[in-house]
């Protein structure tokens, strides 16, 4: 642990950085635009999951949540994908989306308790969706009832210690 003395002369205790975590995947890449094989069915695509795999989860990480958001989509922005409960060991969800024993798929804004992939409006530019893995202090997310993006995001944001991402764009 290092100290950082601020302007009033007191001393704040500041945490190491941690090592960076690494999301990677076979059927997405970072700053790409999504495979028909991610996208929505209402969009021409065959909404399946992506594989995904993660490494560099910091020490202290209890379980991980997995979360694909589109923030281009309105003041709240529109949650694809929640997975809550992931325990620590695993590492990796297979394409298709299959769950480990545990882990929770909340419900997205779809009001479906699975993967929902990107189809945003016609006419708009194409959206960002960002497919993120966060390392979580906690091992469970403690309101089942209520797992869904609005209430998970700043769960994660509170209780994350390790993040990773693939973002990539999609449009029609």
């Not at 205790?13 to 970072?30: G, H, Q, R, V, Y």
């Not at 694809?80 to 929770?104: C, N, R, Y």
């Not at 006419?123 to 009832?145: I, N, R, S, T």
Request: charge should be neutral.
């Amino acid at each position: 642990m290092r100290f950082v003395v601020a302007a009033l002369g007191v001393a704040i205790a500041t945490a190491a950085p941690a090592a960076a975590m690494e999301l990677t995947s076979p059927d997405i890449k970072n700053g790409a635009t999504a495979p028909k094989s991610i996208v929505g069915r209402d969009c021409g695509g065959r909404n399946i999951a992506p594989a995904l795999s993660w490494s560099g989860a910091p020490t202290g990480t209890q379980s991980f949540t997995v979360m694909v958001y589109d923030p281009d989509a309105g003041p709240t922005g529109f949650h694809h994908w929640i997975v809550v409960d992931i325990p620590p060991k695993v590492t990796s969800l297979p394409e298709g989306g299959a769950l480990p024993a545990g882990a929770i798929a909340g419900v997205n804004d779809y009001a479906e308790a699975r993967y929902g992939g990107p189809c945003p409006p016609k006419g708009d530019k194409p959206h960002h969706y960002l497919f993120q893995v966060w390392a979580e202090d906690q091992p469970v997310y403690p309101y089942p009832q209520s797992t869904s993006g609005i209430y998970v995001r700043p769960w994660m944001h509170m209780h994350g210690i390790g993040k990773a991402e693939i973002a990539v764009t999609y449009g029609r």
